[in-house]
């Protein structure tokens, strides 16, 4: 079984709260070091079948029309080959 | 990188700049050559451009507005008026009132959420920015068809923008509007309220007086939100390696707003300013120029020590961006450092970035060299002016010759109960708590009304029980048959809706959303409009204290109707005295106040029923309301009267629909002789409001009714368990409940 990820984030010049929250905890953990964080969203679809032109061409099409909002967000797509899961090793 | 300098610039008279992309007129390009005496840099035509723009410079519109300053009617209430970034509103006791209503409708239909949220944001800005604790918001929105695709897309995202946004900065949202029609299908209305309080002495005005006087912008840092035109200029002319497009979208953050909020307001209780800027559309370019402006005209600005979220932002997109959550002050140099230590313990961020000068150029530096060096108020007040031609459109006689008088009306019981059935459960008046209940409407604790009340009302002062009602209101429908009476139609219900709660109307604020100026149809529209504002606003004694203007709402060549918003605020002594809507009493008289007449013409009737629009709008009568009001303050300060509610859009059957339904009580009711049964359920005729009296009340309230000229007419009483219509027809309460509150939910939810 394959998997594709989808990785979406905040395009680079819209503000991410979530991010600069993070980042602005860091110094008062005791991390120091961090110039910036961006913060985003990966989905992991796991797919029936061979992961072929066809199954891509949807999942991007998702991507684009339902996970990823592209008028504030990107997004990429690939391909993850997994091992089975419950197989000894 | 390179960049354009004001020496470059001298030097180089015949470089290519992109003025039409930026949305420059070639008459205005060549108008900012002759004040500058030489071609602008790019940094100076990004400000020029973006402030020069309609939506900054107000050029089309600003002949129209001066009458709101010309005709405004005397007023001791006004403490601050129209022209500031708020208008200031006495309401005693030592308290004043600011209020604002603002339009985000295009941002909103790109991206619903973070549109509508960042227009809360936006204005609430504006209220602090004049010295005042925000205590409430409230938003007029205007859908397509209720049933169209797009709509399910845009509706919901704005609902959850604003309450997203307003919830968490722990403002109540206490009404506005909810109205659908498919003449906004693609292009929603979007407008946002805020009012803040704040005591006489605290109240503070924008500007940049005292030579030395530092400039510190303070919030959010900077990024390239909002500057789809900066991208022209800076990919275009300077630098092709830019990259992708800036996007038009701006993403709000409230827990950064909640903090500017707390940390000006201390720095204003310690008088650490001398004058505050919010940073909203054109950014930096509006609030240099602005404040400068209004001081004595001389700044310098270090431009590279603005704090960046991109480090790779040309100062032309610096100068546009529209980030959220900025704020801009000026501050005496002895206070600058306790200014700084407010800011950093609220954990904004706080930079010095120039310092007022004696001169009267604002002057802009970059790297230590001069990228702008321009007059403040060519850029910031004395913008082009248009005098656009106007022309009553064409179709407008024939759309009022298509009189509604002639649609066919119910003779029988079971036609007019199965017509309120579809009246209450149409979109537009169906009940739209789906929508209100995701916005916190009692944070805070002193939301005495909120939604769905004729107005909202918030408790001001503890001990005294000092309040201020609100109300919105707008009728696009009757607007596009009559502008000038539309917009006076407006004033009336938000007025009537404020004086329905036992409210004083003291004040007005105004969202004028109509098609392109440069339509001569559209101008038309937009002055009748205005017109008819000011003289009404002038007669019922209430000036219009601020607002907004928002042109070019139409898609393609499909313009909205024209859509006047209009707020009133109004104070009540004591807010325990308030009048609420419900019908809560069993046995209690229904009063109807005010003269019915046949009045369809635009109606909400004939929209549900018949998709109809045509003929004329209800006649305005500016006395009457103002008669009625003071019956209707009179009644609630002396106890008379229990519950009212004003008639609008669906006639009385709607407001005794909607008053049972809150109470948990039916009504009979009686048809007066003199009028047809469908008339009486369903005109829209103006000046009139239904009263629930206590029947030890009766004689007092009708003789003063009698005394001061206001026709009351008996029509039925508070009972049973059912909207009875005596002799055509009943409606159990259960079946109108269903009726009334099915619809949103089943659309959106």
Known sequence: MARVVVDVMLKPEILDPQGQAVQRALPRLGFAGIADVRQGKRFELEVEGPVDDAALDQINTMAETFLANTVIEDFTVRVEEVAHRGEAK | ?749
């Open chain 2, 1 to 749: 990188m390179t960049f354009d300098t004001v020496a470059y610039a001298s030097g180089s008279p015949d470089a290519e700049q992109p003025w039409a992309e930026l949305g420059l007129k070639h008459n205005e390009y060549e108008q900012i050559r002759e004040i500058l005496g030489r071609r602008p840099t790019g940094a100076e035509l990004a400000m020029y451009s973006v402030m020069w723009s309609e939506h900054c410079s107000y050029k089309s519109s600003k002949v129209h507005l001066k009458q709101f300053g010309d005709k405004a009617p005397p007023s001791d209430a006004l403490l601050v008026g129209i022209g500031e970034q708020a208008g200031v509103v006495d309401v005693g006791q030592g308290y004043a009132v600011t209020f604002k209503v603002e339009s985000h409708n295009h941002p909103s239909y790109v991206e619903p959420y973070q549109g509508a949220a960042t227009g809360i944001g936006g204005i609430v800005r504006d209220i602090i920015a004049m010295g005042a604790r925000p205590v409430a918001v409230m938003d007029p929105l205007r859908f397509g068809a209720a049933d169209h695709p797009d709509t399910k897309r845009v509706l919901p995202g704005v609902v959850a923008g604003i309450g997203g946004y307003g919830n968490c900065l722990g403002l109540p949202n206490i009404g506005g509007e909810v109205v659908f029609d498919p003449c906004y299908q693609g292009n929603p209305l979007v407008n946002a309220l805020c009012v803040g309080v704040m005591r006489h002495e605290d109240i503070h005005l924008a500007k940049a007086a005292g030579v030395g006087n530092k400039v510190i912008l303070y919030g959010a840092r900077t990024g390239g939100d909002g500057i789809g035109g900066a991208s022209i200029l800076a990919s275009e002319t300077f630098d092709d390696a830019k990259p992708s497009k800036r996007p038009s979208v701006q993403v709000g953050d409230p827990f950064q707003e909640k903090l500017l909020i707390e940390c000006t307001l201390e720095a204003f209780h310690e008088d650490l300013v001398v004058g505050i800027q919010d940073l909203g559309a054109a950014g930096l370019s509006c609030a240099t120029s602005e404040l400068a402006s209004n001081g004595t005209g001389g700044m310098r600005v270090e431009l590279d020590v603005v704090p960046l979220r991109d480090a790779t932002l040309s100062p032309e997109e610096i100068l546009m961006s529209e980030s959220q959550e900025r704020m801009c002050a000026v501050v005496e140099p002895a206070k600058v450092d306790r200014f700084l230590a407010i800011c950093e313990k609220w954990d904004v961020t706080a930079t010095v970035i120039g310092e007022v000068t004696d001169g009267d150029r604002l002057e802009i530096y970059w790297h230590g060299e001069q990228i702008v060096d321009v007059p403040p108020r060519t850029v910031a007040h004395d913008g082009p002016v248009y005098e656009r031609p106007m022309a009553r459109p064409g179709w407008l006689d024939a759309l009022r010759a298509d009189d509604a008088a002639k649609l066919p009306r119910p003779a029988d019981g079971d036609g007019l109960r199965a017509q309120v059935l579809r009246l209450v459960g149409s979109p537009n008046q169906a009940d739209k708590s789906w929508i209100t209940s995701q916005y916190d409407r009692f944070v805070l604790g002193n939301t005495v009304l909120a939604q769905p009340e004729d107005s909202g009302m918030i408790r001001i002062d503890e001990e005294t029980g000092l309040g201020v009602a609100l109300a919105t209101d707008g009728n696009g429908r009757y607007a596009k048959l009559d502008p000038y009476a539309g917009a006076q139609l407006a004033l009336a219900e938000s007025y009537r809706n404020v004086a329905a709660t036992g409210a004083r109307p003291l004040a007005v604020t105004d969202c004028l959303n109509f098609p392109s100026p440069e339509d001569p149809a559209g101008m038309w529209q937009f002055a009748e409009a205005c017109r008819g504002l000011a003289d009404a606003c002038r007669t019922l004694g209430t000036p219009v204290t601020g607002g907004n203007v928002s042109l070019y709402n139409q898609t393609g060549d499909q313009p909205i109707h024209p859509t006047p918003v209009v707020g009133v605020l109004g104070v009540i002594d004591d807010v325990a005295r308030r009048t609420p809507m419900a019908f809560a009493q069993e046995g209690q008289l229904l009063y109807l106040l005010g003269e019915t007449k046949e009045e369809l013409g635009g109606s909400a009737w004939s929209q549900v029923v018949h998709e109809h629009l045509g003929g004329l709008p209800p006649a305005v009568d500016l006395e009457r309301e103002r008669l009625l009001a003071e019956i209707l303050i009179s009644a609630s300060r002396d106890g008379m009267i229990d519950a009212a509610h004003d008639l609008s859009d669906g006639g009385l059957v709607q407001a005794v629909v909607e008053s049972c339904l809150k109470g948990g009580h039916g009504a009979r009711l009686v048809v007066p002789e003199t009028l047809e049964p469908a008339v009486f359920l369903f005109s829209e005729s103006q000046g009139r409001a239904v009263v629930a009296v206590p029947r030890s009340e009766e004689m007092r309230f009708t003789d003063m009714c009698g005394a001061r000229g206001l026709p009351a007419t008996r029509i039925g009483v508070v009972d049973g368990d059912a909207v009875e219509l005596q002799g055509h027809f009943g409606i159990p309460l259960a079946e109108l409940r269903e009726t009334y509150e099915r619809t949103i939910p089943e659309l959106f939810a």
